[in-house]
């Protein structure tokens, strides 16, 4: 399984992003859960979102309400959409797939390299 993220960029505060992550390898795009990690410096890492197989989210109390996971399976494409940034969103974003249709307690298998987002004040 392969997971190629995009979209990070420098972006004011309240503005808006999109990532993107391309998945490939792995069999049926959506029968395993997917998630989106972040991690900031000096930070420990943080599940912000994830999908479940059945379409079920996740999302960190941080982010309710301002972003928002989707999947394109006819794409092979995981998205996060995300909104009303703040300066403590700063942080890499990594795209991650489970082996379990839901997310599990363990660290996900499969991690993309990650894309940088950047939230000036």
């Known amino acids: 399984v392969q997971l190629a993220e995009s979209g990070g960029d420098l972006v004011q505060a309240g503005g808006f992003l999109k990532l993107s992550c391309a998945v490939s390898?792995?069999?049926?795009?959506?029968?395993?859960?997917m998630g989106w990690y972040r991690q900031a410096p000096g930070k420990e890492r943080e599940l912000v979102a994830s999908?479940?197989?059945?379409?079920?989210?996740y999302y960190a109390d941080s982010v309710q309400g301002r972003f928002t996971i989707s999947r394109v399976s006819s794409e092979s494409t995981l998205y996060l959409d995300m909104n009303q940034l703040r300066p403590e969103d700063t942080a890499m974003y990594y795209c991650v797939r489970w082996s379990t249709m839901t997310r599990s307690r363990t660290l996900p298998p499969y991690w993309g390299k990650g894309t940088l987002v950047t939230v000036s004040s």
């Open positions: 999908i479940a197989s059945s379409g079920s989210t």
């Open positions: 390898g792995g069999g049926i795009f959506s029968v395993n859960a």
